[in-house]
């Protein structure tokens, strides 16, 4: 079993910046593949970037390209979102999630793939 714990959410004004940590308990055979998600009231679980297990394919949703970046520290069991020039549609809670090495593939953003969640951490731009 692996527990994962969001940190570093909070508000921010249009065009600022947070960064996001997820800790996980361990990195094993299911966290080989982790991704980011957030959820809007009213909406659906939305895939936002995704990250393989030593960290060299990373994608990302298209309304964060060029905005977002993903990360993963494998020495210290975490995973981060860069978030730069927000906007208040980035406005969720976000989710870190992981799974299998082989989930990593195109339907990475299905939240089916993922074995473990963690709690969620709100970002809030206005």
């Known amino acids: 079993h692996v527990q994962l714990v969001e940190s570093g959410g909070g508000s921010v004004q249009p065009g600022g910046s947070l960064t996001l940590s997820c800790a996980a308990s361990?990195?094993?055979?299911?966290?080989?593949?982790m991704a980011w998600f957030r959820q809007a009231p009213g909406k659906g679980r939305e895939g936002v970037a995704m990250?393989?297990?030593?960290?060299?394919?990373?994608d990302y949703a298209g309304s964060v390209k060029g905005r977002f970046v993903i990360s993963r520290d494998n020495a210290k069991n975490t995973l981060y979102l860069q978030m730069n020039s927000l906007k208040p549609e980035d406005t969720a809670m976000y989710y870190c999630?992981?799974?299998?090495?082989?989930?990593?593939?195109?339907?990475?953003?299905?939240?089916?793939?993922?074995?473990?969640w963690g709690q969620g951490t709100q970002v809030t731009v206005s």
């Open positions: 361990k990195f094993t055979a299911s966290t080989g593949c």
């Open positions: 990250i393989s297990a030593g960290g060299g394919t990373t």
């Open positions: 999630a992981s799974g299998p090495m082989w989930r990593c593939g195109g339907t990475w953003p299905d939240a089916q793939n993922y074995n473990y």
